[in-house]
């Protein structure tokens, strides 16, 4: 009946039961005594007897309730969330002994066997990240390779959903909006020229060239499709111009576990491995969602559980106001940054499209989402994205009563901020979302594997913020 309560609430109930017990017993035997005497007494003094009993029983059970919290319950849920971060997230939390000092042998124990399975995870880890290094270096070298070539080359999915792209494909794609996987294809380019060309093309035929124009229609390219035997395309684009200057260089980009097109289902139902997570982040003119405006956006994707390299997003946005020296001394960014920049309807446009499709998450979202639902009519686009709040995937974690600012939450998981990039939208952005891929297993470690499962626990939390998904949702 009471599973699903937090330890340190059942425990509180239990208390209070036995102050309900002792207050009970008391009144039970006042009354017991007063109905026995051999001649009428008055009730007045059992009465004051009783009141005063209560009181002082109440007392006494808060006092000792206090003690077992601060010296028991907290204890165990530290304790146990320090067992989860090593089991699930491969983060070495501290046991503190001195906390855990009332449990006896627990904490000893749990540290000895933790200690004993981190000996054969960082074995194991070890092998890993060799091999990890490895494909770093073979994903590098053929980089360069079909940086060099001038085709630009994007695979597909069955379901037409992009795999895998490489930088001129990014320079294509990013004529129209910004390039992510799992994006598709339609988003990017004409169907009517794509379809036609699909129709009857054998897995054995040779590339079959096609005329291939962007979504918007401004641009045409000579293009080749190819069918593979794995169900999906491949699209090269020859020598496509003009080519776009890139601010950044980028890294080919691909996720193969994409190959297999994710089922569809509700968003309640959805596997959390299984979303798309753009984690983002604004920088402002002051701390009023009514009253100030945006002037930087960054936003970083997380697709399988990881950050995708290459996918992130980062954008001055002009306010058309002058931004205070008090807002500019805490993010570092001036009018001079923001001049020439975008304003917020090409800007919030720009980052609408980036998240097209996924989950926002946010730290304190009902600011950041606030902001950009202040301006919905005005940027022309609806922010209806499922939303998740990492003050509140922290507190389904580590429990309600932690700190649970950005720093102490990249404290607890071992995520870096470098000093330079916190307060800047894309410096955050990035925290929060390696944040996110390190609550993800904690969060199914405690059975949260699907989307609903989640947002139903962090709905118990929503005293600390407001949950932002639609009462259906």
């Known amino acids: 009946m009471f ?33 026995r005497a051999e001649e009428a007494l008055p009730t007045a003094p059992f009465v004051t007897a009783f009141v005063v009993f209560a009181l002082l029983n109440t007392a006494v059970v808060l006092g000792v309730w206090l003690l077992f919290d601060e010296n028991i319950s907290k204890p165990i849920n530290a304790l146990s969330a320090g067992l989860r971060l090593r089991a699930h997230s491969g983060v070495n939390a501290p046991i503190s002994a001195h906390s855990a000092r009332y449990l006896g042998d627990l904490a000893p124990a ?5 200690q004993t399975a981190s000996a054969s995870v960082t074995e194991t880890a070890t092998r890993i990240a060799r091999e990890t290094e490895r494909l770093k270096v073979d994903s590098e070298r053929l980089t360069a390779v079909l940086t060099e070539a001038p085709v630009a080359t994007i695979l597909l999915n069955a379901a037409l959903e992009i795999v895998l792209y490489d930088t ?47 979504a918007s229609g401004a641009r045409s390219f000579e293009a080749r499709l190819r069918a593979l035997r794995s169900d999906g395309y491949m699209i090269f684009i020859d020598d496509p111009t003009p080519r776009i200057e890139r601010v950044a260089p980028r ?44 002037v930087q956006i960054g936003a970083v994707r997380v697709l399988n559980g990881r950050i995708v390299e290459g996918e992130v997003m980062e954008s001055y946005v002009n306010p058309g ?30 980052f609408h499209h980036f998240a097209r499709d996924a989950v926002l998450v946010a730290h304190n979202a009902p600011f950041d989402i606030g902001l950009l639902r202040r301006h919905a009519a005005e ?22 009563n932690e700190d649970h600012s950005l720093d102490a939450l990249c404290a607890r998981l071992s995520v870096e901020i470098a000093p330079e990039r916190r307060h800047t939208a894309l410096g955050d952005a990035m925290a929060t979302a390696e944040a996110v ?30 949950d932002l998904n639609p009462p259906a949702a």
């Open 251 to 294: 890294p080919l980009v691909f996720d193969f576990d994409l190959m297999t097109a994710a089922e569809t289902k509700a968003i309640n139902d959805r596997a959390l491995t299984d979303l798309c997570f753009v984690a983002f982040d604004t920088e402002t003119t002051g701390l009023s969602v009514e009253k100030d405006a945006i």
């Open 168 to 214: 001129q494909a990014a320079d294509v794609m990013a004529s129209v909006a910004v390039p992510r996987l799992r994006a598709p294809i339609r988003d990017y380019f004409d169907m009517d020229d794509l379809s036609d060309a699909m129709e009857g093309l054998s897995q054995s035929a040779d590339d079959k060239p096609i005329m291939l124009r962007d």
């Open 110 to 114: 749990a540290e000895a066997l933790s």
């Open 379 to 400: 940027i022309g686009v609806e922010w209806d994205h499922p939303v998740l709040d990492t003050v509140l995937l922290s507190a389904v974690v580590f429990g309600t």
């Open 3 to 35: 599973a699903h309560l937090g330890l340190r609430l059942r425990v509180f109930l239990f208390f209070c039961l036995l102050a309900v017990a002792g207050i009970g017993l008391a009144g039970a035997a006042l009354a017991l005594g007063w109905s």
């Open 437 to 466: 891929t390190r609550l993800l297993p904690l969060l199914e470690g405690k059975g949260l594997r699907t989307f609903g499962a989640l947002l139903g626990e962090t709905r118990r939390h929503s005293r600390l913020l407001e």
């Open 321 to 350: 106001r002058p931004i205070p020296a008090s807002s500019t001394r805490i993010h570092q960014v001036t009018d001079a940054d923001v001049t020439g920049a975008p304003d917020i309807k090409a800007a919030g446009r720009a």
